[in-house]
């Protein structure tokens, strides 16, 4: 933060976000003319030397908020700044449409879009061609940047004969070597096996962390959010559903779609029967007779004789002889099915209405298919939310 002063008094002024949106909206046109708005009144903020992936199912949106942020796709309204330079505006009287070459900013795609025929060197390179950099300092700022992402060794080697983690590499050292400050991520490991992904993503976070580029990362995959993510922006149906860090999205919902969305979650549905100021009394035939839950602490306080929903996660369930330790719910079932996954066991178990519940615990749990069970789930790590309406 930089200090202005004004009138003798130093007053703090706040410095530029790397990408600040204002009210976007961007609408395309069916053939069979109808019309879809995968950007709808997004409004969103990423500071300077942050991680920031946008998750979301198919048709969320995301690719087309990081296409609109690269100025490959045109939005309808709103506003987009960089660096606190406007590059899209359509707020005011004139509008203001600065194309992708000049945005200053790199981008890195599913496929890597290396050219097949040119060396390491000549694709890192082809940027500053395009701009006209003199070959001298062309030379030496690829050398530069391939020593800084460790692919050196494979400078004359042509982008077929490089492992996926090489490739990754050379994308990324294309990227930075116009020395932009945001680098955008259209799903670049979503082609990689699981094993050379999560080494990849290991090596995309040291690197951002060691250069300190802002990072815009697009991804449906979950886990890669969780790992890579400063905050995490999931998207539904073009707006940002909850814009939080990666355990705040997973532990504190802001709404049924996230919890649901984001990991694995049980789920009941049951009747408010009664209501206080910070806890909700449910009933649901056969499983829950009269149990206390917390209220919801976010969206709408749902009335006597509405439905709401219950969530919590496999890990923080219980198994008991006799209630929970602290104040919660207690549900019976019968285990129907054991599973042994290496780092954890997950057993699934039914309740009395036919819900599914599972239960994440380290070690295999004892007994047969047909054992019952009693199931216990702390009140603080339950989440309650009213059913939507109009969704």
Not at 79 to 91: A, C, M, N
Not at 98 to 109: A, C, D, N, S
Not at 258 to 281: H, K, P, S, W, Y
Not at 327 to 344: K, M, N, Q
């Amino acid at each position: 933060m930089t200090i202005d002063q004004r009138d003798g008094v130093a007053v703090p002024v706040r410095e530029a976000a790397a990408v600040q949106v204002d009210g976007l909206v961007k609408t395309f046109g069916r053939a069979n003319g109808t019309t879809v708005t995968p950007i709808d009144d997004v409004t969103l903020t990423i500071e300077k030397g942050e991680f920031l992936v946008l998750l979301g199912p198919s048709g969320c949106g995301k690719t087309t908020l990081l296409r609109c942020i690269a100025g490959l796709e045109t939005p309808d309204r709103g506003s987009i700044e960089l660096l606190g330079r406007k590059v899209f505006d359509r707020t005011g009287r004139r509008p203001v449409v600065v194309p992708p070459e000049r945005r200053g900013l790199g981008m890195i795609f599913q496929s890597y879009a290396l050219w097949p025929h040119l060396t390491v060197a000549r694709n890192v390179a082809y940027p500053l061609e395009a701009a006209k950099v003199p070959k001298a300092e062309r030379r030496e700022r690829v050398a530069r940047v391939l020593e800084l992402v460790g692919v050196s060794e494979v400078a004359g080697q042509l982008p077929g004969r490089l492992s996926g983690g090489q490739q990754q590499r050379v994308a990324l050292a294309r990227a930075l070597v116009a020395e932009p400050s945001l680098i955008l991520f259209d799903e670049p490991l979503s082609n990689v096996d699981a094993k050379v992904r999560e080494e990849l993503r290991l090596q995309l976070l040291e690197m951002q962390r060691r250069i300190g580029f802002t990072a815009v990362y697009v991804t449906h995959d979950q886990v890669e959010a969780m790992e890579l993510a400063d905050r995490i922006a999931v998207l539904r149906s073009g707006r940002v559903a909850q814009l939080a860090a990666p355990d705040a999205v997973y532990d504190r919902p802001s709404s049924r779609y996230v919890a649901t969305f984001i990991g694995t979650a049980n789920e009941l549905t049951a009747q408010v029967v009664e209501r206080a100021d910070d806890t909700l009394t449910v009933s649901l035939p056969g499983v829950l007779d009269r149990a206390r839950v917390p209220a919801p602490t976010a969206g709408r306080r749902p009335a006597v004789g509405e439905q709401v929903h219950l969530i919590w996660r496999p890990e923080r369930t219980v198994v008991t002889t006799d209630g929970p330790a602290e104040p919660g719910i207690v549900l019976d079932a019968e285990r129907v099915l054991g599973r042994y996954l290496g780092a954890f066991s997950e057993t699934i178990a039914v309740l009395r209405d036919g819900s599914e519940v599972r239960v994440v615990t380290p070690a295999p749990l004892p007994g047969a298919r047909g054992d019952g069970l009693r199931l216990a789930v702390a009140a603080r790590d339950l989440r309650v939310f009213a059913q939507e309406t109009g969704a």
